[in-house]
């Protein structure tokens, strides 16, 4: 008889779902051990450590601050060239936005079922909650998830496991099904009565954890597309299409303008790639531009940039121009952009 302790790993977002589902398996006894995919789209701990505006809230990696609480190994891997092909050629398409939710789960499943067969573990865990997502959480779908994954019967929802067929590790005895749960549903009162009874932190369920699910974000990522003429992407330009304000006042350029002064340090990593503007003698953002203006849109984007400082009501306001990589610096003195010349579709 095999008596050797099952190996399971478990797909830990840093949410509260996964949370509970490692917790429901290492209750009956068996060896836990998490992996988070980093895809660069990842919607914890990048603008919220940035903003001051969200001091109050932990700046903090979730999946590793889940890690800890249960007490389990995680291993964060990079896979944002790999995922590229998820998020470009999705096979079964978006859903309210860019989100390739379906293809998204199944891609994750997929490198879980890879670590698994190589680090010799048993099976597969995750936080899926039978009706929770329209997209890849239906009864239709969750079959696509573990057929398209190669995971098939060795992936486990521990939270809906008793309403959906038995998988290998509930047919062997690996897992007893009846100390697992049976939820469905968008409710998340079950989960939350749940993490207070083991006494868990956990980041406040909020409709999602990721950038291409946000309407304002894909927005800005198909104008990126858009003029670039062509769908492609880099990290730093996801990472961009995070922070700041984004304007686009002409076809030929678009404009980032910090909002405070966590964004500006961020934004200045960038100046070596891009043209950037500052106010000389007034408190005021780092602005990254995009594209390549003409002589009258760099003035433009200069009375932009002196309109978000605080030379706002002065009459000139001196701009500086920084060329990329640290080429010279030249000056304009112009006069901030009245707020009504603002166009609102100007904003990204």
């Given at each position: ?78 896979v944002i060239d790999d995922y590229r092909d998820v998020v470009l050629n999705p096979r079964h398409g978006y859903g ?47 079959p696509v998830v573990a057929r398209e994954s190669g995971a098939l019967d060795r992936l486990l929802r521990p939270l ?175 006069a901030p952009l009245a707020a009504s010349a603002l166009a609102p579709d100007w904003y990204l």
């Open positions: 008889m095999d008596t050797r302790t099952r190996k399971a790993i478990v797909l830990l977002s840093g949410g509260l779902d996964s949370l509970l589902a490692a917790r429901l398996i290492l209750d009956q006894g068996i060896h836990v051990e998490g992996v988070n995919f980093f895809t660069g789209f990842c919607v914890e701990g990048h603008t919220h450590a940035l903003r001051r505006t969200r001091a109050r809230h932990p700046v903090r990696n979730n999946a590793l601050h889940s890690a800890e609480q249960l007490g389990i190994r995680l291993h964060i891997i990079d309210a936005h860019l989100n390739p939710c379906l293809d998204c789960k199944a891609f994750m499943v997929s490198r879980a079922r890879s670590w698994m067969e190589a680090h010799d573990f048993d099976f597969i865990v995750t936080g899926e909650v039978l009706g929770q997502r329209p997209m890849s959480q239906r009864r239709d779908t969750l809906s496991a008793r309403l959906l067929p038995p998988t290998l590790p509930e047919r062997e005895g690996w897992v007893d099904r009846t100390r697992l749960l049976a939820l469905s549903g968008r409710n998340r009162k079950p989960q939350i009565a749940l993490a207070r009874a083991y006494g868990f932190e956990y980041a406040q369920p909020a409709g999602g954890c990721c950038f291409l699910t946000d309407e304002n974000y894909t927005h800005r990522l198909r104008d990126l597309w858009a003029s670039r003429g062509e769908r492609r992407y880099d990290f730093d330009d996801i990472m961009l299409l995070k922070v700041g304000r984004h304007l686009r006042p002409h076809p030929s350029f678009k404009l980032i303008v910090g909002r405070e002064e966590g964004e500006n340090r961020f934004l200045e990593g960038y100046r070596h790639r891009f043209v950037h503007l500052w106010a000389t003698e007034h408190e005021g953002p780092l602005v990254l531009v995009q594209g390549a203006p003409d002589a009258a849109g760099l003035d433009l984007a200069c009375a932009i940039t002196a309109r978000f400082g605080q030379g706002r009501l002065a009459s000139r306001v001196e701009v500086a121009v920084g060329e990329p990589g640290g080429r010279p610096v030249h000056r304009r003195h112009v």
